[in-house]
């Protein structure tokens, strides 16, 4: 299958800092990339989807000026917390799918966030 | 209430049982999708199925759709520990971009 990478995969910062979060397609393009955040014991929870070279698309109750998605190319994808406080600390997760695969979405490994 | 209501929501069995996981809705989907999710990881996809009473085999995992297409179910035969870990089911909005997760069912198989 296809390879979605995320980097960092484990990040710890200050309150009031913030954190770039990147999302990669390894081995094909991405035309869809979305973010997901997962609390400790449940599911995935959309935040908002991104296509590339438009502005992304944010689920409801979703502050887009605090979680700053830029899509820039095909297989580049990065979710910005900013002014990160300690409710940000959760396990955020990307995904990517090729315009050739109309069911199926590829996910990262994850990025944990714990801001202190 | 959510799009996708899994069942039971955990699920602690000796290695070698038997299992069956389920998704249920009220609304109809073209398509359906499960995952396996480890700790620490991201989602790996199992299996898409896609036509009404569809049955799959993945090893001993047997994924079946609904003949209405508002359901599936996983069954896991002789369940071992490397079997742990979190189920989700996951169907496309009707727009047929994004993905919407049930909420998923932790399963932990003790040797």
């Known amino acids: 299958g296809a390879v979605v990478s995320q980097h960092p995969s484990r990040v710890i910062c200050k309150s009031g800092t913030s954190v770039k979060i990147e999302c990669r397609s390894l081995d094909f393009q991405a035309t869809t990339m979305f973010w997901y955040r997962q609390f400790p014991k449940k599911s995935l929870m959309l ?26 190319s095909l297989t580049l994808s990065t979710l910005t917390v900013t002014s990160a406080h300690p409710e ?15 069911y199926e979405q590829y996910f990262g490994p994850g990025t944990r966030l714990t801001v202190t | 209430t959510q799009l996708l209501e899994q069942s039971p929501q955990f699920l602690s069995i000796q290695e070698g049982e038997n299992l069956t996981v389920y998704c249920n809705s009220s609304s109809v989907f073209s398509s359906l999708q499960w995952y ?75 040797p």
């Open chain 1, 47 to 72: 935040m908002a989807t991104s296509n590339e070279g438009s502005k992304a698309t944010y689920e409801q109750g979703v502050e887009k000026d605090k979680f700053l998605i830029n899509h820039a």
């Open chain 1, 88 to 102: 940000d600390s959760s396990f955020y997760i990307c995904s990517a799918r090729g315009a050739g695969s109309p």
């Open chain 2, 36 to 110: 396996r999710q480890e700790p620490g990881e991201g989602p790996v996809l199992l299996v898409t199925v896609v036509t009404g009473g569809e049955v799959k085999k993945l090893k001993r995992l047997t994924f079946q759709f609904g003949d209405a297409r508002k359901d599936s179910s996983l069954h896991i035969t002789a369940a071992q520990p490397g079997d742990t870990g979190l189920y989700l089911c996951a169907v496309e909005s009707n727009a047929g971009n994004m993905l919407t997760f049930g909420g998923g069912t932790r399963l932990m198989v003790k």
